[in-house]
Every structure is written in structure tokens, then in C-alpha cells.
T-cell receptor, first 115, second 114 residues
């Protein structure tokens, strides 16, 4: 598609439930990133995938968070046993790098509210 | 490790006046620098980037930024602010090699008064 697509745009869940957030990157972009933005805050890096390499999981805040990227395209971020502090906007981005040029495109995000 | 500092939580400017949003960075190697803007309940929109070449970069909506290697800065500027420029602005950096994930500053809220 023309942009990075994220679904759902909003998700309200009860504390303790599991949630899955989806990201569909721009076709041909080899890297995919997940960030978290708490209310009024900056962007916190969570995880990124680059081609067939092992993902960089260094930003995941706990083992309740995991992500996968199937077929080098769509990615799913899973949060198990959600807590109220998980409430945030989760942003996905994809990037290209070609002949010295690089660009990152962000999706509109999924607003997660844990009640 | 890499980091970005945006020292001002908020910048207030009158419409028609020039604006500057400050950004300094720390990175090992050559920096790739980016500015993004975020409107309420929206994702991040790309404004401009510095990869290599001219230190003065021109971007969308009349914004520009100057890469200053000695001061490790990449301040965002616009000659004449519009009320519609009011938004949250983020500076981001990564090194030219290694980890590709961007590191973001904490953001600066720009308020342009009519």
C-alpha cells in the first residue's frame, strides 16, 4: 500500500487480557520498527526487524511483550497479561535504504487503553 | 549509545515571526538526522532529513534545518510561523552504520499565537 497501515486504530482491553497489534509496512521496505508513545511523551523504541536477521529486541520492557514478522512483511506486536501502564500509542514504522538514501515512514498508531 | 536532546518542552512564537526548535545529538559515527511533526491523534509526519551533503536542509511546509557537526546540533527553523504549525516536533538520530532504529528526543511543543 501507499503507507504503513496499523490496526486496530483504538483498542480498549481489560487488565490481564492479551492483545495483538498489527502493522502492515510499505511494500519493499526491508526494516520494520515498533515504538511506544505514552501520553505526551517521546517515542520509546521497542523492537526492530531487518530482513532475515534476528530482531533487535533490546527495547522490549518486559517478557510480556513479543513481536513477530511473518514472511518479511506484516508484523504483530503481542502484549500478554496487559497492565494499566501498558496504556499508550503503539507506532509502527518501516524503512528503506537505497543508494545512500534512507527514509522512515510511520503508521498512524494503535491507541491502547487498559482498564 | 545514541541520544537526542530537545531542551525546550514548549516554544511559543507569534504568527509571522521566525521560529527555532532546538536539537542536539550524540552518536558514534556519522549521524543521520530527522525531524518529524505530530498533530493531535495522528502519527508522525516526516519533515526533513540530513544524510550527507549540504549542511542546510530544506523540507516540507517551508521548514529547514542546519546540520552543525562541531556543535552536534540540528535545529529546526522556519522564517515565518503559521498558526497551523502548532504541533509536537520530534528530532531523531541514528548512526550511518550499525543499528538502524531511530532514537528520538522527548519532543517540543510549538505553539504559534495569532
Amino acid at each position: 500500500g501507499a503507507g504503513v497501515s496499523q490496526s486496530p486504530s483504538n483498542k480498549v482491553t481489560e487488565k490481564g487480557k492479551d492483545v495483538e497489534l498489527r502493522c502492515d509496512p510499505i511494500s519493499g521496505h526491508t526494516a520494520l520498527y515498533w515504538y511506544r508513545q505514552s501520553l505526551g511523551q517521546g517515542l520509546e523504541f521497542l523492537i526492530y526487524f531487518q530482513g532475515n536477521s534476528a530482531p533487535d529486541k533490546s527495547g522490549l520492557p518486559s517478557d510480556r511483550f513479543s513481536a513477530e514478522r511473518t514472511g518479511g512483511s506484516v508484523s504483530t506486536l503481542t502484549i500478554q497479561r496487559t497492565q494499566q501502564e501498558d496504556s499508550a500509542v503503539y507506532l509502527c514504522a518501516s524503512s528503506f535504504m537505497d543508494r545512500g538514501q534512507v527514509g522512515y515512514t510511520f503508521g498512524s498508531g494503535t491507541r491502547l487503553t487498559v482498564v | 549509545a545514541q541520544s537526542v536532546a530537545q531542551p525546550e518542552d514548549q516554544v511559543n512564537v507569534a504568527e509571522g515571526n521566525p521560529l527555532t526548535v532546538k536539537c542536539t545529538y550524540s552518536v558514534s559515527g556519522n549521524p543521520y538526522l530527522f525531524w518529524y511533526v505530530q498533530y493531535p491523534n495522528r502519527g508522525l509526519q516526516f519533515l526533513l532529513k540530513y544524510i550527507t551533503g549540504d549542511n542546510l536542509v530544506k523540507g516540507s511546509y517551508g521548514f529547514e534545518a542546519e546540520f552543525n557537526k562541531s556543535q552536534t546540533s540540528f535545529h529546526l527553523k522556519k522564517p515565518s510561523a503559521l498558526v497551523s504549525d502548532s504541533a509536537l516536533y520530534f528530532c531523531a538520530v541514528r548512526a550511518d552504520t550499525g543499528r538502524r532504529a531511530l532514537t528520538f528526543g522527548s519532543g517540543t511543543r510549538l505553539q504559534v499565537q495569532p
